[in-house]
């Protein structure tokens, strides 16, 4: 079993900043696979990063230079650093676990709202 705990979200003005947290328990692979999606109202679910063994990175066109991943080994928990916050950016973010190639867990999801 694994269970993944989202927090960090909340609302924030645009040109602000945010840092989400994901903070993962139970039979988990520390240098495993874990990433970020968002879903905002109408849309797919769409990945915005994600981070593989020890510092791999990859992001969403959309959110490259203002979003920064990363992961601390020692608490299994990876974080999303927000800057630079557009409206656009306003969506349920869901952190994820990649336990193998044909299962993924995901966490119950956090709102953040971009608006003035």
């Known amino acids: 079993q694994v269970q993944l705990v989202e927090s960090g979200g909340g609302l924030v003005q645009p040109g602000g900043s945010l840092r989400l947290s994901c903070a993962a328990s139970g039979s988990i692979f520390r240098f495993g696979t874990m990433s970020w999606y968002r879903q905002a109202p109408g849309k797919e679910r769409e990945l915005v990063a994600s981070?593989?063994?020890?510092?791999?990175?990859n992001y969403a066109d959309s959110v490259k230079g203002r979003f920064t991943i990363s992961r601390d080994f020692t608490k299994n928990t990876i974080y999303l650093q927000m800057t630079s916050l557009k409206a656009e950016d306003t969506a349920v973010y869901y952190c994820?676990?990649?336990?193998?190639?044909?299962?993924?867990?995901w966490g119950q999801g956090t709102q953040v709202t971009v608006s003035s």
């Open positions: 994820s676990y990649d336990a193998s190639r044909d299962q993924r867990y």
């Open positions: 981070i593989a063994g020890i510092s791999g990175t």
